[in-house]
Protein backbone atom coordinates (compact mmCIF):
# COMPACT_ATOMS: atom_id res chain seq x y z
CA UNK A 1 0.00 0.00 0.00
CA UNK A 2 1.13 3.55 -0.92
CA UNK A 3 1.46 5.69 1.62
CA UNK A 4 3.07 9.16 2.30
CA UNK A 5 3.16 10.05 5.80
CA UNK A 6 3.91 14.13 6.24
CA UNK A 7 5.28 15.97 9.44
CA UNK A 8 3.26 17.71 12.02
CA UNK A 9 1.87 21.22 12.19
CA UNK A 10 4.19 24.09 12.49
CA UNK A 11 3.77 27.50 14.22
CA UNK A 12 6.05 29.76 12.53
CA UNK A 13 6.96 33.85 12.54
CA UNK A 14 6.72 36.39 9.67
CA UNK A 15 9.85 36.61 7.72
CA UNK A 16 11.12 32.71 8.82
CA UNK A 17 11.32 29.72 7.05
CA UNK A 18 9.67 26.46 7.07
CA UNK A 19 10.63 22.87 5.94
CA UNK A 20 7.70 20.21 5.66
CA UNK A 21 8.76 16.97 5.22
CA UNK A 22 6.77 13.52 3.32
CA UNK A 23 8.23 9.84 3.58
CA UNK A 24 7.40 7.29 1.15
CA UNK A 25 6.34 3.51 0.98
CA UNK A 26 5.07 1.41 -0.92
CA UNK A 27 6.28 2.29 -4.06
CA UNK A 28 9.36 2.83 -5.75
CA UNK A 29 10.13 6.23 -4.98
CA UNK A 30 12.71 7.24 -7.67
CA UNK A 31 9.53 6.24 -9.95
CA UNK A 32 7.33 9.26 -10.03
CA UNK A 33 7.35 13.17 -9.28
CA UNK A 34 6.36 14.57 -6.10
CA UNK A 35 4.26 17.45 -6.25
CA UNK A 36 3.59 20.05 -3.28
CA UNK A 37 0.46 21.92 -3.37
CA UNK A 38 -0.90 24.44 -0.54
CA UNK A 39 -4.49 24.82 0.46
CA UNK A 40 -5.43 28.27 1.96
CA UNK A 41 -8.61 27.95 4.63
CA UNK A 42 -11.48 27.30 2.35
CA UNK A 43 -9.95 28.00 -0.49
CA UNK A 44 -8.70 25.94 -3.87
CA UNK A 45 -5.46 24.02 -3.25
CA UNK A 46 -2.89 25.58 -5.40
CA UNK A 47 0.33 23.90 -6.97
CA UNK A 48 3.68 24.92 -5.62
CA UNK A 49 6.14 22.64 -7.90
CA UNK A 50 7.68 19.41 -8.54
CA UNK A 51 10.99 17.47 -7.66
CA UNK A 52 11.53 14.59 -9.33
CA UNK A 53 13.50 12.36 -7.03
CA UNK A 54 15.69 10.40 -9.87
CA UNK A 55 17.77 13.60 -10.67
CA UNK A 56 16.59 15.96 -8.44
CA UNK A 57 14.57 18.26 -11.14
CA UNK A 58 12.63 20.61 -9.89
CA UNK A 59 9.80 23.35 -11.51
CA UNK A 60 8.47 25.74 -9.67
CA UNK A 61 5.13 27.65 -9.62
CA UNK A 62 5.84 31.70 -10.83
CA UNK A 63 4.43 32.85 -7.58
CA UNK A 64 6.68 30.38 -5.26
CA UNK A 65 10.12 31.33 -7.73
CA UNK A 66 12.51 32.47 -5.32
CA UNK A 67 10.84 31.46 -2.34
CA UNK A 68 10.44 27.30 -2.36
CA UNK A 69 13.00 24.49 -2.61
CA UNK A 70 12.16 20.85 -2.99
CA UNK A 71 14.46 18.29 -2.78
CA UNK A 72 14.27 14.34 -2.31
CA UNK A 73 16.60 12.35 -0.37
CA UNK A 74 16.68 8.86 -1.84
CA UNK A 75 18.42 6.94 0.79
CA UNK A 76 15.31 7.74 3.35
CA UNK A 77 12.63 7.82 0.66
CA UNK A 78 11.92 11.85 1.58
CA UNK A 79 10.67 14.81 0.18
CA UNK A 80 11.31 18.06 1.87
CA UNK A 81 9.59 21.63 0.91
CA UNK A 82 11.12 24.66 2.39
CA UNK A 83 9.09 27.90 1.73
CA UNK A 84 11.06 31.02 3.01
CA UNK A 85 10.35 34.76 3.92
CA UNK A 86 6.86 33.75 5.41
CA UNK A 87 3.98 35.63 5.29
CA UNK A 88 0.60 35.72 6.99
CA UNK A 89 -1.13 34.97 3.63
CA UNK A 90 1.39 31.24 3.52
CA UNK A 91 -0.98 30.16 6.85
CA UNK A 92 -2.42 26.91 4.96
CA UNK A 93 -2.57 22.91 4.59
CA UNK A 94 0.84 21.61 2.30
CA UNK A 95 0.21 18.49 0.90
CA UNK A 96 2.18 16.11 -1.20
CA UNK A 97 1.05 14.12 -3.63
CA UNK A 98 2.87 11.58 -6.08
CA UNK A 99 2.33 11.89 -9.60
CA UNK A 100 1.23 9.21 -12.93
CA UNK A 101 0.31 9.90 -16.00
CA UNK A 102 -0.63 13.70 -15.01
CA UNK A 103 -2.74 12.71 -12.16
CA UNK A 104 -2.03 13.02 -8.35
CA UNK A 105 -2.55 9.40 -7.45
CA UNK A 106 -1.71 9.81 -3.95
CA UNK A 107 -1.28 12.43 -1.39
CA UNK A 108 -0.08 12.81 1.92
CA UNK A 109 -2.68 13.92 4.96
CA UNK A 110 -1.31 17.48 4.94
CA UNK A 111 0.47 19.43 7.60
CA UNK A 112 -0.85 22.78 8.84
CA UNK A 113 1.28 25.78 8.75
CA UNK A 114 0.66 28.82 10.97
CA UNK A 115 2.18 32.32 10.37
CA UNK A 116 1.75 34.71 12.87
CA UNK A 117 3.23 37.18 14.85
CA UNK B 1 -1.97 30.20 -17.31
CA UNK B 2 -4.65 28.11 -18.11
CA UNK B 3 -8.04 28.92 -16.19
CA UNK B 4 -10.83 26.15 -15.85
CA UNK B 5 -14.62 27.14 -14.94
CA UNK B 6 -16.67 25.01 -12.98
CA UNK B 7 -20.55 25.17 -13.11
CA UNK B 8 -22.19 25.00 -11.09
CA UNK B 9 -20.64 25.77 -7.92
CA UNK B 10 -23.31 24.36 -6.01
CA UNK B 11 -24.99 21.00 -6.70
CA UNK B 12 -28.00 19.83 -4.29
CA UNK B 13 -28.84 16.37 -5.32
CA UNK B 14 -31.37 13.92 -4.05
CA UNK B 15 -29.26 10.36 -3.44
CA UNK B 16 -30.09 8.08 -5.83
CA UNK B 17 -29.94 10.71 -8.21
CA UNK B 18 -27.35 11.31 -11.34
CA UNK B 19 -25.40 14.67 -10.81
CA UNK B 20 -23.39 16.07 -13.73
CA UNK B 21 -20.32 18.98 -13.28
CA UNK B 22 -18.83 20.86 -16.02
CA UNK B 23 -15.22 21.57 -16.64
CA UNK B 24 -14.09 24.58 -19.45
CA UNK B 25 -10.59 25.42 -20.28
CA UNK B 26 -9.04 28.07 -21.39
CA UNK B 27 -7.23 26.20 -23.09
CA UNK B 28 -6.84 22.85 -25.00
CA UNK B 29 -5.71 20.01 -22.75
CA UNK B 30 -5.56 17.84 -25.75
CA UNK B 31 -1.97 16.71 -25.14
CA UNK B 32 0.30 15.49 -28.63
CA UNK B 33 -0.12 11.90 -27.16
CA UNK B 34 -3.56 12.30 -28.10
CA UNK B 35 -4.74 11.94 -24.27
CA UNK B 36 -6.45 14.88 -21.99
CA UNK B 37 -4.38 15.91 -19.26
CA UNK B 38 -7.74 17.00 -17.12
CA UNK B 39 -8.16 14.97 -13.91
CA UNK B 40 -11.39 15.25 -11.55
CA UNK B 41 -10.73 15.06 -7.74
CA UNK B 42 -12.99 15.03 -4.69
CA UNK B 43 -12.22 16.70 -1.00
CA UNK B 44 -14.48 14.91 1.55
CA UNK B 45 -14.55 17.64 5.02
CA UNK B 46 -11.56 17.41 6.49
CA UNK B 47 -9.66 15.10 4.02
CA UNK B 48 -7.09 15.57 1.51
CA UNK B 49 -8.11 15.16 -2.24
CA UNK B 50 -8.60 12.00 -3.78
CA UNK B 51 -8.52 11.48 -7.29
CA UNK B 52 -11.22 10.18 -9.16
CA UNK B 53 -10.98 10.41 -12.79
CA UNK B 54 -7.14 10.94 -14.47
CA UNK B 55 -6.58 11.40 -18.33
CA UNK B 56 -10.36 12.61 -18.85
CA UNK B 57 -11.84 9.44 -18.54
CA UNK B 58 -9.59 7.00 -16.65
CA UNK B 59 -11.17 5.91 -13.08
CA UNK B 60 -8.72 6.19 -10.68
CA UNK B 61 -7.80 2.71 -9.03
CA UNK B 62 -10.64 1.90 -6.24
CA UNK B 63 -13.32 4.82 -7.65
CA UNK B 64 -16.68 3.56 -8.27
CA UNK B 65 -18.08 3.12 -11.31
CA UNK B 66 -20.89 5.30 -11.34
CA UNK B 67 -18.18 8.14 -11.64
CA UNK B 68 -17.24 8.60 -15.23
CA UNK B 69 -15.64 11.67 -17.06
CA UNK B 70 -15.70 12.89 -20.76
CA UNK B 71 -15.04 15.46 -23.25
CA UNK B 72 -11.76 16.79 -24.96
CA UNK B 73 -9.95 19.61 -25.87
CA UNK B 74 -11.78 22.64 -23.74
CA UNK B 75 -14.77 20.67 -22.57
CA UNK B 76 -15.30 18.32 -19.68
CA UNK B 77 -17.65 16.38 -17.93
CA UNK B 78 -17.53 14.62 -14.59
CA UNK B 79 -20.99 12.17 -14.14
CA UNK B 80 -22.04 10.61 -11.00
CA UNK B 81 -24.95 8.12 -12.66
CA UNK B 82 -26.07 7.35 -8.94
CA UNK B 83 -25.11 10.08 -5.61
CA UNK B 84 -24.67 8.33 -2.50
CA UNK B 85 -24.41 10.21 1.07
CA UNK B 86 -20.58 9.50 1.06
CA UNK B 87 -19.91 11.25 -2.46
CA UNK B 88 -20.71 14.89 -0.43
CA UNK B 89 -17.51 16.93 -0.41
CA UNK B 90 -16.19 19.27 -2.98
CA UNK B 91 -15.42 18.05 -6.67
CA UNK B 92 -12.17 19.97 -8.27
CA UNK B 93 -10.95 19.81 -11.98
CA UNK B 94 -7.42 20.16 -12.71
CA UNK B 95 -5.22 20.27 -15.53
CA UNK B 96 -1.84 19.09 -15.83
CA UNK B 97 -1.01 19.49 -19.48
CA UNK B 98 0.99 22.62 -18.56
CA UNK B 99 3.35 20.99 -16.47
CA UNK B 100 5.02 23.99 -15.31
CA UNK B 101 1.82 25.51 -14.23
CA UNK B 102 -0.81 23.28 -13.02
CA UNK B 103 -3.87 24.78 -12.57
CA UNK B 104 -7.51 23.67 -10.69
CA UNK B 105 -11.01 25.31 -11.26
CA UNK B 106 -12.86 26.58 -8.49
CA UNK B 107 -14.74 23.73 -7.52
CA UNK B 108 -18.37 22.30 -7.02
CA UNK B 109 -19.62 21.43 -3.60
CA UNK B 110 -21.83 18.99 -3.86
CA UNK B 111 -24.82 18.63 -1.41
CA UNK B 112 -27.25 15.97 -0.33
CA UNK B 113 -30.69 17.49 -0.01
Known amino acids: EVQLVQSGAEVKKPGTTVKLSCSFS????????IHWLQQAPGKVPEWMGLVHPEDGETIYAEKFQGRVAMTADTSTDTAYMELRSLRSEDTALYYC??????????WGQGTLVTVSS | DIVLTQSPLSLPVTPGEPASISCRSTQSLLFSNGYNYLNWYLQKPGQSPQLLIY???IRASGVPDRFSGSGSGTDFTLKISRVEAEDVGLYYCMQSVQTWAITFGQGTRLEIK
Open chain 1, 97 to 106: ATEKSGGFHH
Open chain 2, 55 to 57: LGS
Open chain 1, 26 to 33: GYTFTDHY
